[in-house]
């Protein structure tokens, strides 16, 4: 592997932030943050991965966003807003849903708190504050100032798409641009505020992870969303036409799962022009996420390769073409501008030899998940006995059902094929698999937390191709057990994921 972060045996565990309990409606990056990371620690785990840590989109999606630079505003913590004295405690007695996150509720309570805040914070930083801030801002202008105006238009001109914006501000004429800037100046400077606390808070809870030998795990999505201020601020990196449309847009032809494919919808990259500058804003993109996280899975690897063409007036992906990504010139940018990168390759799918062998070159570990491995026989490639070290193994990913959902709607064949192989019964299913994967020679083994807690298909984070009820899952502190942590330290201590001595065990 490219990064001596990721030559260890680690075991970790999937959980967006969104998911954790807390009073305010959905999870964020308060107290709760901090004693997730201290349940993993006493549980062996040294990995926390993430979804994608920016703002929402469509469905309320992290992965369809306004912005892939910029983070959530929905993971902003509260109660240190509070500790500041910028919003009085008693503005946080609303009363929510403690078991999912009600998007259509939840989303403007906690923007009028964060606009409080900001009032809250003008009226009392005094010059010391307002330099932070300022000096903040500096240090990420190479993306903020963009997604700042993008956000001051959105809220003027919502539910418009920003081609449908007037003319000027759509297509940047720097004079409209000049002036906008200075007619929404207040609201600009909110959203700074906002992206300041968010950092300022990720940062220290990424600094209190490693402080208990946690690392952070990030999510890039290949793709960034057409109405967001990625493809509004360089156009000239996408695929759109004079009024700023997308021509062609991205998703996956027919397969086995579909048969008219997935037509994702987002604007697919202009490469010879990326190309033509060295590959800067990718270099900008991965140096940011570098930041938030110590590694980065990067969605749809394949897409580097070779990528899915579809006409933007086509309703399904049925009639689209394969296209030449970029290939190995856009890795040996990013590694020639940032050095050894820690990514992970989501290389699931049906993936070609020019697939594997670009992934081999740039020595990053795939991925293998156990939900899919018993479809066939013995020498299905997601069986434990077959994988390389170079392997990141997943129990399921966010896109699957919880562990005990999937068993209960298996294959006969894929049931008795797997109570085989694991040796196990189907009282203890879960966690023979989560044995087989912990114990496989996969460097990385990560697995939902859902599948920890033994819950059933409602507690699925995402169903692909609906819209409808998804990200929404939250989890209470009552359904955590001493004996959970204990068994699945044990069992990261058995197969050297974590030292015994570390966890106070006996070997």
Same mark, same amino acid.
């Given at each position: ?33 901090? /004693? ?45 807003? $509070?500790?500041?004295?910028?919003? +009085? ?13 009600? /998007?259509?509720?939840?989303? +403007? ?115 960034? =969303? ?22 062609? $847009?991205?998703? $996956? ?40 996280? %110590?590694?980065?899975?990067? %969605? @749809? ?5 070779? /990528? ?47 697939? $594997? ?27 434990? @006995?077959?994988?390389? +070290? ?8 966010? %896109? ?35 044995? =087989? ?21 409602? @507690? ?33 201590? =058995? ?13």
């Amino acid at each position: 592997m490219p990064s001596s972060l990721m030559e260890l045996r680690r075991a970790g565990v999937v959980l967006h932030p969104t998911s954790l309990p807390g009073p305010h409606g959905s999870g964020d990056l308060g107290p709760n943050a901090y /004693y997730f990371v201290d349940w993993l620690n006493k549980a062996g785990q040294t990995l926390w991965q993430t979804l994608p840590l920016s703002p929402v989109g469509p469905g309320f999606s992290p992965y369809m966003g306004s912005s892939v630079f910029a983070g959530n505003p929905m993971l902003v913590a509260l109660e240190p807003l $509070v500790a500041r004295g910028w919003i +009085p405690a008693e503005s946080l007695q609303e009363q929510f849903d403690d078991l999912k996150v009600d /998007y259509p509720q939840v989303m +403007p309570w906690r923007m009028a708190r964060l606009r409080d805040a900001y009032a809250g914070f003008a009226a009392s930083a005094g010059v010391s504050g307002q330099q932070d801030l300022a000096q903040w801002a500096a240090s990420q202008k190479i993306w903020l100032e963009d997604y700042v105006l993008f956000m001051a238009m959105d809220q003027v001109f919502s539910p418009s798409l920003w081609p449908q914006w007037p003319a000027d501000l759509a297509l940047r004429e720097p004079a409209a641009l000049a002036q906008a800037r200075l007619q929404y100046a207040d609201e600009l400077a909110f959203w700074r505020f906002v992206q300041w606390q968010f950092d300022q808070q990720w940062q220290a809870l990424k600094s209190y992870a490693h402080s208990k030998g946690v690392l952070m795990v990030g999510d890039l999505p290949i793709f960034v =969303a057409h109405h967001g201020a990625d493809c509004w601020a360089r156009p000239d990196l996408y695929l759109l036409d004079a009024s700023g449309q997308p021509q062609v $847009v991205a998703g $996956v032809p027919p397969d086995f799962f579909s048969v008219t494919g997935q037509r994702w919808g987002n604007p697919l990259y202009k490469w010879e022009a990326m190309h033509a500058d060295g590959y800067r804003w990718w270099i900008e993109r991965v140096r940011r996420q570098l930041a938030l996280a %110590d590694v980065i899975r990067i %969605d @749809h690897f394949r897409g580097f390769v070779d /990528y899915w063409e579809i006409p933007a007036d086509e309703p399904t992906a049925v009639k689209g073409r394969w296209r030449n990504g970029p290939g190995d010139a856009l890795f040996n940018a990013l590694t020639e501008a940032l050095g050894p990168l820690p990514i992970i390759a989501e290389d699931l799918g049906i993936i070609t030899d020019e697939v $594997v062998r670009m992934r081999e070159r740039t020595g990053f570990p795939g991925m293998r998940v156990m939900q899919f491995a018993f479809s066939g026989d013995a020498h299905h490639p997601f069986l434990p @006995h077959n994988f390389d +070290p170079n392997t990141v193994v997943y129990t399921g990913t966010h %896109d699957n059902d919880t562990l005990l959902g999937w068993w209960a709607s298996c294959s006969a064949h894929e049931h008795a094929f797997a109570l085989r192989y694991l040796d196990a019964t189907e009282e203890d299913f879960t966690w023979a698999l989560l044995g =087989a994967a912990s114990m496989s020679v996969a460097r990385l083994s990560l697995c939902q937390f859902q599948d920890v807690l033994e819950l059933g298909t409602a @507690h699925r984070m995402n169903v692909p191709g609906t819209t409808e009820g998804c990200w929404s899952w939250r989890f209470s502190w009552d359904w955590v057990t001493p004996q959970m942590s204990e068994r699945l330290a044990h069992l990261s201590a =058995a197969s050297a994921r974590v030292g015994f001595e570390r966890l106070g065990l006996n070997a």
